[in-house]
């Protein structure tokens, strides 16, 4: 995904939406065409294309809140503070 919280074309597998939580910066939901609840989720800072390097950073990911399609993932810069950054996430189930 990107920063802006769009799906990147061509690498979006199964994901079918992104959106940024409102107000919070570097805060996501990411949902899939399909249930994940019982999935286990990866998720790390990183670019969408193989052009220039990612600032560094951490991200937290978790199953969403009242839906069995969708998580929950923030990003932070390496302060720890929240903070718009591009990522992938992975769903295996």
């Known amino acids: 995904m ?6 990147i074309a061509g690498q979006s597998f199964g994901a079918t939406m992104v959106t940024r939580v409102s107000p919070n910066t570097g805060t996501y939901q990411v949902c899939f065409n399909v249930p994940i ?8 800072i990183g670019l969408p ?6 600032a560094p950073g951490e991200i937290t990911v978790q199953g969403r809140v009242s839906t069995t399609d969708c998580l929950y993932v923030q ?3 390496s302060a720890g503070l929240l903070a718009d ?7 295996f189930l």
Request: aromatic share 10%.
């Open 37 to 44: 609840t019982n999935g286990t989720y990866l998720a790390t």
């Open 49 to 54: 294309d193989a052009n220039g390097s990612s």
């Open 75 to 77: 990003t932070f810069d």
């Open 85 to 91: 950054r591009s990522f992938h996430v992975g769903v």
């Open 2 to 7: 990107a920063a802006d919280g769009t799906l």
